[in-house]
């Protein structure tokens, strides 16, 4: 197999020849492939580059035994030989041609780390291009697809075989796309929207080491190649997209919105309309994820970054989580109150009054839940100076929202803590303005009257019902009134 994996190269010529260092790289169709081996795995991109060995050039040798003027295309040679690719399921096979093909990869990444005088060619960009796509872009196994639906987080994570390579190789393309030595004009038709695309899809890897190698390259690529913007931020949309409203089963989400959120801090102001788009079609949708508490510091860190940048879209970020609340997920309830106070806090009055109905509305049902983490970690907003201020300002809307679940929680609550913290907010209020407190008191003990007179009728009224039925005779298919006593079990 060694012998074969060498065979691939061309020989020294025995005679010096003025054309060896023309790195101008050979077409794939001008020699007949070799026969591969049944032991050896290959993997192909979509689109196959051509062969870019130069003749006369011996990949094994080492740079520092090649004069300047031979090193790039020493460097093209090497690439070509790193484009051979084995199975790593089995790591005793193979092992002598592996170990070269690790060493050349080390050779190289040291080659550009240290290259910052030598400009890369064009056939030195191709060459680099096709060794990471033949060596990265590839299909995950349906094995990688296969959830557990009860609970993603549970899953352990599944590390690729190949890694020891693949390291080498994410390396060596985020040295080479940062190095200085590479003009982003030149390169934009290598590394261009078919190469972003698939760097994106391996975002879907199990790997966590893997997502984080891309996670770092896809935030330089964005950062040298400008004409690429537009495009990366589209096809990141889609993903997401794909994400929030198909599958809600997809790798790499808290990477993506980690890159995102760097994006986002630098946009300039006013923010474009594409931007705002992003906002309210895929970040407030992303919230109503089983799987959000996967990627919800990443989510709120980029939502946050939008309100920094334009204050005016706190109150549609609020609108939006009060259309996703989760109602039968006390953890993520949890996990919304916290984002919501971390928005309100910076909100100005105007944009607060604009949304403090609907949100104290459902702040009242949350203080009632019988989760005690759910009401605890909603009497907790008053613990923030700047949210008390903003109720203060605004406490005659709402403390009648809230009286009524404060004194539910404040007579019946089965958590201390809870009924604590009630108490507190209660003496807030009351200390707020007595006279609007004593007026919700009264007003409470009204409905409280009404709704007790209103149960005694009903009462009345079933016990009329029930002796009414009880007197007629039962005849044919006539319906039987059964009264509670009759239906009660005994525990």
Same mark, same amino acid.
């Given at each position: 197999?060694?012998?074969?994996? &060498?065979?691939?190269l061309?020989?020294?010529s025995?005679?010096p020849d003025?054309t060896?260092?023309?790195p101008?790289? =050979?077409?794939s169709g001008?020699?007949a492939p ?5 032991n050896?795995?290959k993997?192909?991109?979509?689109a196959?580059f051509?062969s ?5 050039i ?6 520092k035994?090649v004069?300047?003027?031979e090193?790039?295309?020493l460097?093209?040679s ?9 199975d790593f399921?089995? =790591?005793?096979?193979?092992s002598?041609?592996?170990?070269v093909k690790?060493q050349?990869?080390l050779?190289?990444?040291?080659f550009?780390s240290s290259?910052s005088?030598?400009r ?14 033949v060596?990265l872009?590839?299909?995950f196994p349906p094995?990688?697809?296969e ?7 549970n899953? *352990?994570?599944?590390f690729?075989?190949a890694?020891?390579h693949?390291?080498i190789?994410?390396d060596?393309?985020?040295k080479?796309i940062?190095?200085?030595s ?5 390169a934009?038709?290598? &590394?261009d %929207?078919?190469f972003?695309?698939k760097?994106?899809?391996l975002?879907d890897?199990?790997d966590?080491r893997?997502?984080?190698? &891309?996670k770092? #390259?896809?935030?330089?690529v ?5 004409? %690429?913007?537009?495009f990366i931020?589209k096809a990141m ?6 994400f929030?409203?198909?599958s809600?089963?997809?790798?790499g989400?808290?990477? &993506? ?10 946009? $300039? ?5 594409? +931007?705002?788009i ?8 992303? +919230? ?9 510091h990443q989510l709120?860190?980029?939502?946050t970054?939008?309100i ?7 109150s549609v970020?609020v609108k939006?989580l009060?259309?996703f ?5 006390s953890?993520k ?8 106070? *971390?928005i309100?806090?910076?909100m100005?009055?105007l *944009?607060? =009054?604009k949304?403090?109905?609907?949100l104290?509305?459902?702040i009242?049902c ?5 989760h ?9 907003l008053?613990?923030?100076?700047? #949210?008390?201020?903003l109720i203060a300002h605004?406490r005659?809307? #709402?403390l009648?929202?809230?009286?009524t679940a404060l ?14 913290l009630?108490?507190?907010v209660?003496?807030?209020f009351?200390e707020m303005?007595?006279d609007l407190?004593?007026?919700?008191h009264a007003?409470?003990?009204e409905d409280? $009257?009404?709704?007790?007179? $209103?149960?005694e ?5 079933w016990a009329r019902?029930?002796k009414?039925a009880?007197?007629?005779p039962?005849?044919g298919?006539?319906?039987?009134l ?9 525990c």
């Amino acid at each position: 197999m060694f012998k074969h994996f &060498l065979s691939k190269l061309p020989r020294k010529s025995t005679k010096p020849d003025s054309t060896t260092s023309d790195p101008t790289p =050979q077409r794939s169709g001008s020699t007949a492939p070799a026969p591969v081996r049944s032991n050896s795995v290959k993997r192909m991109s979509s689109a196959v580059f051509p062969s870019s060995v130069v003749a006369g050039i011996e990949p094994l040798v080492p740079f520092k035994d090649v004069p300047n003027s031979e090193k790039l295309n020493l460097f093209v040679s090497k690439l070509s030989l790193c484009c051979v690719t084995f199975d790593f399921s089995d =790591q005793t096979k193979n092992s002598i041609e592996k170990d070269v093909k690790r060493q050349t990869l080390l050779e190289l990444l040291d080659f550009v780390s240290s290259s910052s005088s030598v400009r890369f060619t064009e056939p030195a960009i191709l060459a680099m291009c096709k060794m990471s796509a033949v060596n990265l872009f590839r299909v995950f196994p349906p094995s990688y697809r296969e959830k557990n639906d009860s609970d993603d987080s549970n899953n *352990e994570p599944v590390f690729e075989p190949a890694w020891p390579h693949l390291q080498i190789v994410y390396d060596l393309l985020l040295k080479f796309i940062t190095s200085p030595s590479l003009d982003a004009k030149l390169a934009k038709k290598y &590394l261009d %929207h078919a190469f972003i695309l698939k760097l994106l899809e391996l975002f879907d890897s199990e790997d966590p080491r893997e997502r984080e190698s &891309l996670k770092t #390259i896809l935030h330089r690529v964005y950062g040298k190649f400008m004409v %690429h913007r537009p495009f990366i931020r589209k096809a990141m949309s889609n993903i997401f997209y794909t994400f929030v409203f198909e599958s809600e089963k997809r790798n790499g989400i808290a990477e &993506l919105l980690e890159v995102f959120g760097s994006i986002v801090s630098g946009f $300039a102001l006013p923010l474009k309309e594409e +931007h705002k788009i992003f906002l309210w079609r895929v970040l407030v949708p992303l +919230h109503k994820a089983k799987s959000v508490g996967g990627y919800f510091h990443q989510l709120s860190y980029c939502v946050t970054q939008f309100i920094d940048k334009e204050p005016k879209l706190g109150s549609v970020v609020v609108k939006g989580l009060l259309k996703f609340w989760p109602v039968t997920s006390s953890q993520k309830e949890v996990m919304f109150l916290g984002e919501v106070e *971390e928005i309100v806090e910076g909100m100005s009055l105007l *944009e607060f =009054q604009k949304v403090m109905v609907p949100l104290f509305l459902r702040i009242a049902c949350c203080v009632n839940s019988c989760h005690f983490q759910v009401s605890e970690r909603a009497l907790f907003l008053w613990n923030n100076d700047q #949210i008390v201020n903003l109720i203060a300002h605004n406490r005659q809307a #709402i403390l009648p929202i809230m009286f009524t679940a404060l004194e539910k929680n404040a007579e019946s609550h089965w958590n201390q803590s809870v009924l604590n913290l009630t108490l507190n907010v209660r003496k807030m209020f009351c200390e707020m303005d007595e006279d609007l407190f004593m007026s919700c008191h009264a007003r409470f003990q009204e409905d409280e $009257a009404e709704q007790c007179s $209103a149960e005694e009728k009903r009462k009345e009224v079933w016990a009329r019902l029930e002796k009414a039925a009880s007197m007629k005779p039962v005849t044919g298919k006539t319906a039987v009134l059964v009264t509670p006593l009759a239906t009660s079990i005994a525990c």
